[in-house]
Each structure stands twice: as C-alpha cells, then as structure tokens.
C-alpha cells in the first residue's frame, strides 16, 4: 500500500525533504492534498485536496494527533514532523545508513537541519508568522542580515566539515553512500541559491564538498527525474524559501 | 560508567529537559561544565568547566561533531540535539513508552517541543541571538505580544488535547505512566510561569491538564529533590525562559 504523504499542495516547506526522500527512494506514496479535490463541497473554492489536511487536524478526538503538517500515513501508523518522518522512514526506503550509531548521527544532523529551516523561515517572518512580510519588512531586513553574515557560514561550515572529516571520502556526509539528510543539505544549497543570490554567491564558494554534494544529488536519477517533473513545485513567495531583493545583500 | 552531560553550566536552556529525564530516572550523571574548573589553564577566568564544551565544539577533526550542546556522552556514543539525546536515553532509562508506535509519538511531541522552545528564545532576540536583548527590545515587544495572542494556545491546547485524549486517563501524554515529554511539558508550564506571568495567569487556567500534569511531576520524589536541590539553576535571564516585564501582558 502506497504511503500516503500529506503536506500543503502549494509549496515546498518543510514538507520538501520528506518528497525528496521519497522520491530518490523511487517509492510509492500518494501527495494527498495534491489530488484533484473530488470529496469536498464544491464552494470549498479549492481545486486541490487540502481540505484533507485539514480535516485531521481539526478532528479533536485523535489520540495521536499531528501538530502541523508534513505527517504520513503507513498503514496503522500515522506520523509527524518532518524529521521524524524521515528517521522512521528511511530504513523502510533503503536511505538510512546500516549502523545504530550511523542513523543517531544522521538524525542528529536533521534535527540541526530543521532548526536552520526555522531559521531560514524567520528571516522572512522574524515577528510572526501569522502577520504579513510586508508588515515585518524592516525587521526582517535586520533578521536577514544578521542570518546572511552569521548563520548561513555557521551551518555550511557545520555540514561541510561533516563531509570533509567522512572517513570514506565519497562526499556524503555518512559512509559510502547516500542517506536522507544529504537530500536535506541538496535542498539547503537549492533553497539559499534562490532566496539570497547575490549573497550565497560570494558565500557558496567557501563550502565545496557542499557544491559537489548537491550537483552529486541533482544527478541521481531518480532526483532529476523528480527535479524535471511537475511533482516539484518551483519555489515561491509561501515557502520557507523565499526571495525577496531587499532582504538579499553581497556584503 | 555514569552518562557525561554537557551543557552551558549557567542556564537551564535547552538543556534542562534533558537534565529533568536523568533526574527523574535516578541515572547517573555527570554535569561536565558543572564541574569544578581543574585542568583548564588558571587563566580561562571561569571558576566551572564550560572549557569542556568549547573544547570538543572547536575540535575540527571529529567526525560526528555536535553543533552546539547539549550533547551526551554514554561509552564511545556521542549524542546531540536535545530530542534525539532523549530518543536515545529514555529507553535506557525507563522513561520510554513501551510501544514503537508511542516512542514515534512520544518522540513527535518532543519535537514540537523543541519547536515551542525556538518560539519562546526568539521572543527576546527575533533578530538575532548574538545581538543583546536591549538592541532588539522593540522587536521583541512585538514578537513576544504575539506569541502571548496566539503561540502559547496553539501549543498549550495541543498538548490538553494529547492528555485529555489519552486513553488510559491517567493524566500523562502516553500510557498510564510517566514518559519523558512529560518532563518537558512540566517545563514549559515552570518556565511560562516565570516568563510571562501576567499573561500566562490568564490563559493557563484554559488548560486543566496540563497545570496537573505539572503538580504530579513536580512531586514525584526525584524530581522533587532534583527542583529542591543547587544542581537545579534557577531561571535567569540567561537562558531560554526570561522575564522582562515590558515583554509580559495581561492583553
């Protein structure tokens, strides 16, 4: 039975590196809000599915209720948080690695990931998320530029040595292979490409085996099939990633 | 061999959900830069062992670095980010549910947990953590004046409904004992209480299950002694709870 992977229909979000994996693994899941909306009352004024998502979210007699979307359903087992998602995932896909103490460490770097998401989201939202950018715009702009000249060097540096110190030398962050959270770091690199230009431009360069570790996951495949299809949604001025000029900068 | 925690010896932080799990559980523990500064250099200033932490975060050759503490050494293991330090140790400990699908969930909530505890820093430093408080003061009222409207309900009755949902109705998240989200739960409502009590004052009483989930962890006898003892810091401002009254309302 397919999984049956439910997360907005309109953006990438933090909903993306659960598709990724999904999609590299070449596995079959189903992007719930994604179907055409057939269920819903018609003056739901949505022609995509979701209604679905919000329907668990807003049933109040779950024993296991999901805080936000991205969750999954496995059969029985329905699960949140995106990095959760992907540590109960990946051994299922064949993209977590064999050891115990190999899937600690990668579930160690996703949390990390996740926090810079969160981060990457507050640049443009540094008030609240619930507020317009355009009532945030001159906070965010200071947001912006401390993230640009402190955080961005913070982690690139952070997943970049990981890479660097891999015994194996094969340019993933754990063994000789590719596992989840390097889908996570290909994502990274796409996400600050587009968002901040000018100023990952002078940056990216710092962090080579991060460049070659995401031209390496562009490549794969069944990525690039992925990449190329409709299933990706272009980035876009809802998602974590967003690219605003004013917040962008080279200094 | 006693588990080798490490963390900012100052704060209760991020930290201390961690600390609150070893205690409760009665585990053996060493609070690493709690001790007693005896081989670092006479001249570090510092009277406690913090050196510890900076020596293994600027060691550039480790292959599985932790990008900032807390973190948990157990024999040749290596553990950080809070939550999966807590994945790992509950299990060893007796602070996990039984079940895999109730470690997915207990897990699931501790990173919304997690989340929670990012929203609550951010509402004293929304434009950047190296900046002082006092230069993002303005930003801050506006951030913290909406985490009071609208972030503390959104999680606060997240976690009501878990307990009120639970179905063994013994006024805990999982089950009908203590898991370690309790503890951190516990934690959220000690450290809204001291953040925001003026506003916390008026929404907690929204919340039944929660204000005694609290009381049953705070009198259970470790914990007790644990709260009643130095190696409990107090809040400061410092950490991630932090009072400022002109970031406090009863609005």
Known sequence: MPYQFYYWPMIQGR?????????EAGAEYVDVARQ????????????DNRAAILEILQDRSQTRPPFAPPFLVDGDVMVAQAAN?????????????????????AHQIQ??????????HD?????????????????AKKRAGNFIEHRISKH???????????????????????????LSLFQIVEGLRYAFPKAFAKLEGNYPHMTALHDAVATRPNTAAYLASERRIPFNSMGVFRHYPELDSES
């Open 123 to 139: 640049t443009h939202h540094p008030i609240a998320n619930a507020l317009y950018y355009e009532d945030q715009i001159e906070e």
């Open 111 to 120: 949390l990390t990931v996740t926090d810079f998401l969160m981060e990457v």
């Open 36 to 47: 055409k909306n057939t269920t819903a009352s018609e003056d739901s004024g949505q022609e």
């Open 15 to 23: 909903g993306e590196i659960v598709r990724l994996a999904l999609e």
């Open 156 to 182: 690139m540096g952070y997943y970049e040595q990981i890479i660097a110190n891999n015994p194996s030398a094969f340019n993933w962050l754990i063994g000789e292979t590719l596992t989840y959270p390097d």
């Open 85 to 105: 998602i992907l540590n109960y995932l990946a051994p299922k896909i064949g993209l977590a690695p064999a050891s115990k103490a190999d899937q600690l460490f």
